[in-house]
């Protein structure tokens, strides 16, 4: 336990919206130098309790302790103001007197803005990294984080993150990029239902000790009522049932990441399966010495690259580097400086982007998905009732019914995939498809691009979201230079160094050295893997008949010492089962690892 006196803290916190529970007997608090991420299903109130502790809403009852002298620094939804004077100026007037000039000239640059831009001139992705210069300038003595490397990109994102690993204060965080989370967190507040539960770990602890709890109450509520049973059930199934179905499908993805790989071509080029596929119903895209420049600045410099049926390509860059008009270049919908671009002529194109221009906010979510009235919403050519297409995604029937004007920037952005994801497609665009997105919706849409059976073009920073999800990564690596790299996120990250120079491949004279034996599993090694999935299809049917035993709700009353037994053989079950599947992961990336340093 913490004896360090908090500088920030809520003591038997309440607050509600009407009828909806906000916070119920909170209380949390933050320390020096705490690293605390938030996180809890879209709703909950997570933006809600930032604002709670940065003192801009009231508490209906409750304490709130704030350390004498502390000063608060909060990143939350809002925009900067719109007004005539420049973000250095913005910036000056609202931090410390001791902040020097240049501290605000390099982080204003490190966040791709000008100086010298009016904050009335600004986009909104410009204005929400205005505000977040302004939440970190003033070397505040706590950081309340809303999303903050939403409308960053991966460079910005990786200065970010070393920022806030040196910065000296309390930082509290809410984010969806949970290698952002992994990296930075290092306790955990799970805000579920207005209660919040405290973990003394970060991140990466979260989701089997969120496990553990709901199968706890699980049991309990079985004993109580069915129907809030059914509700308990439906985040079981969130937090662990989703996991396991994406075992296999990581299984699938690591297998068609190593068919590629096995297909790759030269790697001076980005050219891939150049001999071994023939010209046909596979190739959907072939682009061959593409250059492209704006305004004399060049955003793609002989570009060349073959893209198959059943590709998944994540590409990533700077923003402004040029990752949309590469889109839109082979797509054929921006005309080429020089080069040529093929395109199958079978091409069932769907395309997500950011600009929610397509949504009229008068509507609501069910009129948005039945156009023609009623309450039938194709779904891939088949027919489904609007209210379960939207519970997939997270709506309930209130959302359905409330006019889109009133549903949050998040909300928006699910009900967009959920319409581009019912139309009918082969090929799925997917233009910074996370942001404003939460972690339950992010893990839906992978779910979705798991099943998927087109290609698929994603443009992301969300490092996490591009290893599920991707076979391949277009990197935009400066002066219209795209480089592909087989994988995902973390591939390219340990194959990619942006200091060292290109690579000469000169001819030596050979010389005689005794070869160097092929690295590979030990012996154990491959027993170990080879016999994981046998042990944990055995894991999986005994949890399946403990289920079936505890399924009977009478059994508490008329064996309350079976039921107890039950229940603990069925929790170390799913504790073996938990690290079984860890370790059958961390042997197939370890063999994956492995096969790309074998000689060719």
Same mark, same amino acid.
């Given at each position: 336990?913490?004896?360090?006196?908090?500088?920030?803290?809520?003591?038997?916190?309440?607050?509600?919206?009407?009828?909806?529970?906000?916070?119920?007997?909170?209380?949390?608090?933050?320390?020096?130098?705490?690293?605390?991420? +938030?996180?809890?299903?879209?709703?909950?109130?997570?933006?809600?309790?930032?604002?709670?502790?940065?003192?801009?809403?009231? +508490?209906?009852?409750?304490?709130?302790?704030?350390?004498?002298?502390?000063?608060?620094?909060?990143?939350?939804?809002?925009?900067?103001?719109?007004?005539?004077?420049?973000?250095?100026?913005?910036?000056?007037?609202?931090?410390?007197?001791?902040?020097?000039?240049?501290?605000?000239?390099?982080?204003?640059?490190?966040?791709?803005?000008?100086?010298?831009?009016?904050?009335?001139?600004?986009?909104?992705?410009?204005?929400?990294?205005?505000?977040?210069?302004?939440?970190?300038?003033?070397?505040?003595?706590?950081?309340?984080?809303?999303?903050?490397?939403?409308?960053?990109?991966?460079?910005?994102?990786?200065?970010?993150?070393?920022?806030?690993?040196?910065?000296?204060?309390?930082?509290?965080?809410?984010?969806?990029?949970?290698?952002?989370?992994?990296?930075?967190?290092?306790?955990?507040?799970?805000?579920?239902?207005?209660?919040?539960?405290?973990?003394?770990?970060?991140?990466?602890?979260?989701?089997?000790?969120?496990?553990?709890?709901?199968?706890?109450?699980?049991?309990?509520?079985?004993?109580?009522?069915?129907?809030?049973?059914?509700?308990?059930?439906?985040?079981?199934?969130?937090?662990?049932?989703?996991?396991?179905?994406?075992?296999?499908?990581?299984?699938?993805?690591?297998?068609?990441?190593?068919?590629?790989?096995?297909?790759?071509?030269?790697?001076?080029?980005?050219?891939?399966?150049?001999?071994?596929?023939?010209?046909?119903?596979?190739?959907?895209?072939?682009?061959?010495?593409?250059?492209?420049?704006?305004?004399?600045?060049?955003?793609?410099?002989?570009?060349?690259?073959?893209?198959?049926?059943?590709?998944?390509?994540?590409?990533?860059?700077?923003?402004?580097?040029?990752?949309?008009?590469?889109?839109?270049?082979?797509?054929?919908?921006?005309?080429?400086?020089?080069?040529?671009?093929?395109?199958?002529?079978?091409?069932?194109?769907?395309?997500?982007?950011?600009?929610?221009?397509?949504?009229?906010?008068?509507?609501?979510?069910?009129?948005?998905?039945?156009?023609?009235?009623?309450?039938?919403?194709?779904?891939?050519?088949?027919?489904?009732?609007?209210?379960?297409?939207?519970?997939?995604?997270?709506?309930?029937?209130?959302?359905?019914?409330?006019?889109?004007?009133?549903?949050?920037?998040?909300?928006?952005?699910?009900?967009?995939?959920?319409?581009?994801?019912?139309?009918?497609?082969?090929?799925?665009?997917?233009?910074?498809?996370?942001?404003?997105?939460?972690?339950?919706?992010?893990?839906?849409?992978?779910?979705?691009?798991?099943?998927?059976?087109?290609?698929?073009?994603?443009?992301?920073?969300?490092?996490?979201?591009?290893?599920?999800?991707?076979?391949?990564? +277009?990197?935009?690596?400066?002066?219209?230079?795209?480089?592909?790299?087989?994988?995902?996120?973390?591939?390219?990250?340990?194959?990619?160094?942006?200091?060292?120079?290109?690579?000469?491949?000169?001819?030596?004279?050979?010389?005689?050295?005794?070869?160097?034996?092929?690295?590979?599993?030990?012996?154990?090694?491959?027993?170990?893997?080879?016999?994981?999935?046998?042990?944990?299809?055995?894991?999986?049917?005994?949890?399946?008949?403990?289920?079936?035993?505890?399924?009977?709700?009478?059994?508490?009353?008329?064996?309350?010492?079976?039921?107890?037994?039950?229940?603990?053989?069925?929790?170390?079950?799913?504790?073996?089962?938990?690290?079984?599947?860890?370790?059958?992961?961390?042997?197939?990336?370890?063999?994956?690892?492995?096969?790309?340093?074998?000689?060719?």
């Amino acid at each position: 336990m913490n004896t360090t006196p908090p500088l920030l803290a809520l003591n038997n916190a309440n607050l509600t919206f009407g009828t909806r529970v906000i916070l119920k007997d909170t209380s949390l608090s933050l320390f020096p130098r705490d690293r605390v991420c +938030l996180v809890g299903r879209n709703g909950s109130g997570k933006s809600t309790l930032l604002k709670v502790l940065a003192g801009t809403f009231e +508490l209906d009852a409750g304490e709130r302790y704030v350390k004498p002298g502390l000063k608060i620094g909060i990143l939350d939804q809002s925009l900067a103001p719109s007004e005539s004077i420049s973000a250095f100026d913005f910036l000056k007037k609202q931090a410390k007197k001791d902040v020097e000039s240049y501290v605000f000239e390099e982080t204003l640059s490190h966040l791709e803005l000008d100086p010298q831009k009016m904050l009335s001139s600004l986009s909104g992705g410009e204005s929400r990294r205005v505000m977040l210069a302004k939440a970190i300038v003033g070397k505040p003595d706590v950081l309340l984080l809303d999303e903050p490397t939403n409308h960053l990109d991966l460079v910005t994102i990786e200065w970010l993150e070393d920022i806030l690993k040196a910065y000296t204060g309390a930082i509290l965080m809410i984010s969806h990029d949970r290698t952002f989370l992994t990296k930075l967190s290092q306790r955990t507040f799970w805000l579920d239902r207005g209660r919040l539960r405290v973990l003394e770990k970060g991140y990466p602890f979260f989701e089997e000790w969120a496990e553990e709890i709901i199968d706890h109450e699980i049991r309990t509520q079985e004993k109580l009522a069915q129907k809030i049973a059914q509700e308990t059930e439906w985040l079981h199934r969130g937090v662990t049932a989703r996991r396991r179905r994406n075992m296999g499908r990581l299984r699938n993805l690591l297998a068609l990441r190593q068919e590629r790989r096995q297909h790759q071509g030269p790697q001076g080029g980005i050219s891939f399966t150049a001999q071994e596929t023939p010209l046909g119903s596979k190739l959907v895209i072939e682009a061959k010495h593409v250059f492209k420049s704006f305004q004399d600045r060049p955003l793609i410099k002989d570009f060349s690259c073959r893209i198959l049926r059943g590709d998944r390509i994540g590409i990533i860059g700077p923003n402004g580097s040029g990752k949309t008009t590469l889109i839109k270049l082979l797509l054929g919908e921006v005309a080429l400086d020089q080069g040529h671009i093929r395109r199958a002529k079978n091409l069932e194109l769907a395309v997500f982007e950011q600009t929610q221009s397509s949504l009229n906010l008068t509507l609501n979510p069910w009129q948005t998905l039945c156009e023609q009235g009623g309450d039938q919403v194709l779904v891939q050519g088949e027919p489904r009732h609007v209210m379960g297409y939207l519970q997939d995604f997270l709506f309930d029937r209130k959302q359905a019914l409330t006019p889109l004007k009133n549903l949050s920037g998040g909300e928006r952005n699910r009900l967009l995939l959920a319409k581009i994801l019912a139309k009918p497609s082969n090929f799925l665009v997917l233009d910074e498809p996370t942001n404003d997105l939460d972690m339950e919706t992010l893990d839906l849409l992978q779910e979705y691009l798991a099943d998927y059976q087109g290609t698929l073009l994603l443009v992301s920073h969300d490092r996490d979201f591009l290893d599920r999800t991707t076979t391949h990564i +277009l990197a935009f690596e400066g002066e219209g230079h795209v480089q592909m790299y087989v994988g995902g996120y973390t591939d390219y990250a340990a194959q990619h160094n942006p200091s060292a120079p290109p690579k000469i491949e000169k001819k030596k004279a050979p010389v005689s050295e005794k070869p160097k034996a092929r690295e590979k599993l030990s012996y154990k090694e491959e027993r170990e893997l080879s016999l994981l999935p046998q042990d944990i299809e055995v894991l999986n049917q005994k949890i399946e008949q403990l289920e079936g035993i505890l399924d009977d709700h009478s059994l508490y009353q008329r064996d309350p010492q079976r039921f107890e037994k039950t229940t603990q053989a069925l929790q170390t079950a799913r504790h073996d089962l938990h690290h079984k599947e860890e370790r059958w992961l961390e042997l197939l990336e370890k063999e994956e690892t492995l096969e790309k340093g074998k000689p060719s």
